[in-house]
């Protein structure tokens, strides 16, 4: 069947159907050639390589049974808006691979239903998945950009103003006064400290190489509590922490903290100081080949409604949330870049809990992944 519909296609310089069976065999574009109820004749080897489907598998079948359902119609709007000419037209078609994933095709298609030598429509997909993927990214990462730089430039402004404000007042009233204002100011300021370090976190986890050394959990958390614990009041939530480890982690230190330093204030920020008693708990596990941290909390809780898109970059779930909306976005992107994955689990009222898997870089070749994932 397929030397029929071959016959007679050759090409100027090329000395006989062998040679040109083959170069057509070799392609890296799928080329078939259906009749003109769209039933394939001929389909080339690329078939496999790229789809997973052996080319005896889709002779005699429609071209659409392999079509993603969503692009079926306007594929088949395109093909019957053809004319009677051998002018190939072009469109954009999805394909679904035998193993999962999506491919992405350009597709040209040739009719030559009325040559005596093919009788049928030409039909070459041109793979361009990576093309895609790759605008997705640039898209994604204008879209963040755009965003980061008016919520930058908002929330930048807002404390200094406050801070501005509350220093014209201080100087316009009593002295017992003063003390009040400078304790205003000092909350303004602080908050500004904490956004600029959001964005010190989000550029290094950016640009900075993945680090692989040993990391000392003791140091980070009893640190990063301290700090945190000072910086919210939050005397009144009791924390504990249980390190369960067979094995040293070997990670990035700087990003580990990142981790830590948003889940845990996270917990701290949206503690439910209605409750009598208020607890974060830290467990951390680590084997040879990976690290698992829980945070598990009893604060006000995540309505279901919102737990999509917490993870999204300066996301608030509510006018009144606290904190720059930067904070679980770095959470995620961070854990992405050292190949790892983060759950979360929530009931609004009574708590939410973040379980992170991060690999562990003890074992080298596990460190040469992470970098290739970046």
Do not use: W
């Not at 003063?178 to 000092?186: A, N, V």
Request: aromatic letters at 8%; proline letters at 2%.
């Amino acid at each position: 069947m397929t030397i029929n519909y071959l016959e007679g296609l050759s090409l100027a310089g090329l000395e006989g159907e062998d040679m040109f069976h083959s170069i057509v065999e070799k392609s890296n574009d799928i080329i078939l050639i259906t009749d003109d109820e769209y039933v394939i004749k001929y389909i080339n080897g690329s078939v496999r390589r790229k789809l997973g489907t052996r080319p005896e598998e889709a002779l005699g079948k429609s071209l659409f049974e392999f079509i993603n359902p969503e692009k079926q119609n306007s594929l088949r709007d395109f093909v019957n808006r053809r004319d009677n000419s051998k002018e190939s037209k072009l469109t954009e078609i999805c394909l679904l691979a035998k193993k999962g994933g999506t491919l992405y095709f350009d597709v040209t298609i040739s009719n030559l239903l009325k040559n005596e030598e093919v009788g049928g429509l030409v039909i070459t997909l041109h793979d361009i998945t990576d093309r895609k993927i790759a605008e997705e990214k640039l898209r994604k990462a204008n879209n963040e950009l755009d965003q980061f730089i008016y919520k930058t430039s908002h929330d930048l402004r807002a404390p200094l103003l406050s801070a501005l404000g509350l220093v014209e007042l201080a100087r316009q009233d009593p002295e017992k006064e003063k003390h009040d204002y400078l304790g205003m100011i000092r909350k303004s300021l602080l908050k500004l400290d904490h956004f600029i370090e959001d964005i010190n976190s989000f550029y290094r986890n950016e640009k900075l190489a993945i680090r692989n050394e040993r990391i000392d959990f003791e140091e980070i958390i009893k640190e990063e509590l301290d700090q945190l614990t000072n910086f919210y009041n939050a005397d009144h939530v009791a924390v504990t922490y249980n390190i369960n480890r067979i094995s040293d982690l070997y990670s990035d230190s700087v990003r580990v903290k990142t981790i830590l330093t948003n889940v845990i204030s996270n917990a701290f920020k949206y503690s439910d100081k209605g409750k009598q008693e208020s607890y974060l708990k830290i467990n951390i596990q680590v084997t040879p080949d990976e690290c698992n941290i829980k945070v598990e909390d009893n604060g006000i809780g995540i309505r279901q409604q919102y737990l999509n898109y917490i993870f999204d970059i300066f996301y608030r779930a509510d006018e009144n949330a606290k904190g720059s909306g930067l904070g679980l976005y770095i959470v995620k992107d961070t854990v992405d870049k050292l190949g790892g994955q983060i759950r979360v689990q929530s009931e609004y009222g009574k708590g939410t809990s973040f379980t992170i898997s991060i690999p562990n870089f003890l074992n080298t070749e596990v460190h040469a992944r992470a970098f290739s994932l970046n």
